[in-house]
């Protein structure tokens, strides 16, 4: 299984209205200083439909400045239709939204 596979399965397990950081599916990979090869392996989704990327986020909670499928403001509305609150400056409250295996 290719790096980017590890990445695509743990993404798929973030539950509708949970948000992971790039950090974290790094870290759930066995390789934690590699969040920028998760965002490379996110901005090369094949399937958005099937892996929810718009559901990872950076360690602050920031959307994605250039969201591989529309920009801020379609991820912005995707969590927002699964029920995350997102600021008026693109950022999620981590510890209100975030998931972590142990507490879905």
């Not at 399965?9 to 090869?37: F, H, W």
């Not at 920031?62 to 609150?85: C, N, R, W, Y």
Request: proline content about 8%; some cysteine; overall charge neutral.
């Amino acid at each position: 299984m290719s790096y980017y596979d590890k990445v695509y399965e743990i993404v798929k397990q973030i539950p509708s209205g949970r948000v992971a950081t790039y950090g974290q599916i790094a870290a759930l990979t066995g390789s934690p200083k590699a969040s920028r090869a998760v965002g490379y392996a996110l901005h090369f989704n094949p399937n958005p439909g099937i892996i929810p990327c718009h559901r990872v986020v950076n360690r602050l909670g920031g959307l994605a400045p250039s969201f591989a499928f529309g920009g801020q403001d379609v991820q912005k509305t995707m969590l927002e239709h699964e029920g995350v609150i997102v600021s008026e400056d693109y950022l999620v409250d981590l510890s209100q939204f975030r998931w972590t295996p142990n507490n879905p």
